[in-house]
Structures are given as structure tokens and as C-alpha cells.
């Protein structure tokens, strides 16, 4: 077996999924089928068991993930201490964020990692903020842009970033939603009778959860949504209101589409914190290391 079919069979273990494991795997999906095949027949065991409708782990399969990642895991590290300390720093490094933070955070960043360390290559996967912390902790990523948890998991470390406000939107188009609004604006009762958008998990939801909470308010949610900037696509349609970063807010294309509700006196919507994690061992690759300088460097200067 090689190193990317075990890349590939994690990136498949954690989605469930072919089509979308194949998609971020940047292979097709009979590739990656052919992939896994060649392990399974490899192993002389079946890693998944595969159906019209889905695709599961065996109870060999789950086995099988620790074993992947404690050996992709050494593999970076062996890489790592066969650096040429006369030669410019290179090898890979991935990185997992949102959309929105490419543009607040990554960008920059990569700009000054680029420049100083041009032999090194950058590996950028896009998703829901949610996964960010589970992606480092599995090993799937090096370095991750996360919302900052009440309780930092062990042996992770986190650079912060940033912060963010958080703001609660409904749609500005004339619609039942907005009619409601209106007509109880000044009502105690508004909160009751407005359907949500929901994230689906994550830092978020537990900071909407504890906001609903404070307010006794059980919400009528209209849907679950993963992903932060889908969440201002929904509310600007009149689907729900939505709480989302006022930072995701200031990206979108939807911005101009959607208002802010008064939250005045509404306790629980405390401002996030954004920032980088990595696992603390992971910190002695010299490659992790000089981004995570960079961004200390980076982000500490904007801060003054």
C-alpha cells in the first residue's frame, strides 16, 4: 500500500460518501473505487461495506483508521527530519477552513508563507467550520481555521486570529417572514414565532443553543444547514432567520439582502473567537512550525 491510498481511504471513512471522498481527494470516483479495491485486496479483508444507498465501515474498516493515520502521521514526521538544514524548507502542508476565512485569514497568510518558503507546497480544502477541529484532531489536516470552543480539546494548540460579532439576519425582500417581523416587532412574543436556521453542529449551534436558552425560547427550526455562508443564502430568501459571524456577514454576496434583527438587552450572543489549531506534536515539523511563526508574526502586528 502507499501513502495516498491510505489518504484516500480516510478521506473515505470520514465522508461515507464516494462521490464527495472523491471530490476532495481530487481523483475520480472509479480511481478512487479502484484505490480502495487494491488496499482491500491487499489487506485480504473489505474496509467498507457498499450498497446502492451507502457506503459503511466493517468492523476491520474502523480498526483500519488508527492505523492510517498513526502511519501518515510518522510518515510527515520521518519527512520532516530528512531536511536538508543547508537547503530552503520544503515539503507539504495542509490546511482546512471555511470560505469566509480564506478571504479574512488564509490569504494573507499564505501571501507571507508563500514568499518566504516558495518550496513548500500549500494544500487548501474548503468546508463547514464545524469539522475544523475534528479534521486536525484525525490527522486529515495539518493545520485548521476554527471557531474557538468554550474547552479546548488535549493536545491541541491554537493561535488566535481573530474575533467576530455575531449578528441574527432576516430577509430584507417583502415576504410572509418580513411581514412578521413587522407586525411583532416590539413583541416579547417575536422570537417564538420565527422559524430558524440551524448550523448543524459545531461552536455555532452551541452558542445559538444557549442563546435560545437564555430567552426560554424553544426555536422552530426550518432547517439544518452545514456551512455558515449557506446560512446567509437561506435567511436573504425568507426561509428563516439566522444567527451567523457578522464576519461571514461582511463576505457574502447576499449582504445587502438581509437585515439585522435588534438584539439589544438578549443575553448568550457573545462575541466568537477564530483562530489556528494544530496538534502540539505537530508543532515539532519544521514545516508547521514556520506557518504557525508566520501567523504569530502576522496576526500579532495586526493586532497592535
Not at 444507498?53 to 492510517?68: C, I, M, N, P, Q
Not at 524548507?89 to 477552513?97: D, Q, V
Not at 506534536?281 to 514556520?290: E, G, I, N
Request: glycine residues 6%.
Amino acid at each position: 500500500m502507499d501513502h495516498k491510498q491510505l489518504g484516500y481511504f480516510l478521506t473515505l471513512a470520514e465522508t461515507l460518501h464516494f462521490a464527495r471522498a472523491s471530490e476532495q481527494c481530487h481523483v475520480s470516483a472509479p480511481t478512487l473505487s479502484r484505490q480502495i479495491k487494491q488496499l482491500e485486496q491487499e489487506l485480504g479483508t473489505e474496509l467498507f461495506v457498499r450498497d446502492n444507498r451507502s457506503v459503511k465501515l466493517t468492523a476491520h474498516g474502523k480498526a483500519f483508521v488508527e492505523y492510517a493515520q498513526a502511519t501518515l502521521a510518522k510518515w510527515r514526521q520521518f519527512k520532516s527530519q530528512c531536511q536538508d538544514s543547508d537547503g530552503p524548507l520544503t515539503g507539504e502542508l495542509s490546511m482546512y477552513c471555511s470560505v469566509t476565512a480564506t478571504y479574512s485569514f488564509t490569504y494573507d497568510l499564505f501571501a507571507v508563507f508563500r514568499k518566504q518558503y516558495p518550496a513548500i507546497e500549500l494544500n487548501l480544502n474548503t468546508g463547514d467550520p464545524a469539522f475544523s477541529i475534528h479534521h486536525v484532531q484525525t490527522g486529515k489536516e495539518d493545520v485548521a481555521v476554527a471557531v474557538k470552543p468554550e474547552s479546548l480539546p488535549q493536545g491541541l494548540a491554537y493561535l488566535p486570529l481573530g474575533q467576530s460579532e455575531l449578528a441574527i439576519i432576516a430577509p430584507v425582500m417583502d415576504c410572509p417572514l418580513t411581514d412578521l417581523i413587522n407586525e411583532y416587532y416590539q413583541d416579547a412574543t417575536l422570537w417564538e414565532r420565527l422559524p430558524f436556521i440551524m448550523p448543524e453542529h459545531g461552536v455555532l449551534k452551541e452558542r445559538i443553543d444557549g442563546f435560545c436558552a437564555a430567552q426560554s425560547l424553544t426555536p422552530r427550526v426550518y432547517a439544518h444547514v452545514s456551512g455558515h455562508e449557506a446560512m446567509v443564502a437561506l435567511a436573504s430568501l425568507g426561509f428563516g432567520v439566522a444567527c451567523v459571524p457578522q464576519i461571514v456577514l461582511d463576505q457574502s454576496p447576499f449582504e445587502n439582502q438581509v437585515q439585522h434583527l435588534d438584539t439589544k438587552g438578549l443575553q448568550g450572543l457573545d462575541a466568537i473567537e477564530i483562530g489556528l489549531i494544530c496538534k502540539q506534536k505537530r508543532l515539532q515539523d519544521p514545516v508547521v512550525s514556520a506557518l504557525w511563526q508566520c501567523a504569530t508574526e502576522l496576526f500579532s502586528l495586526a493586532t497592535i
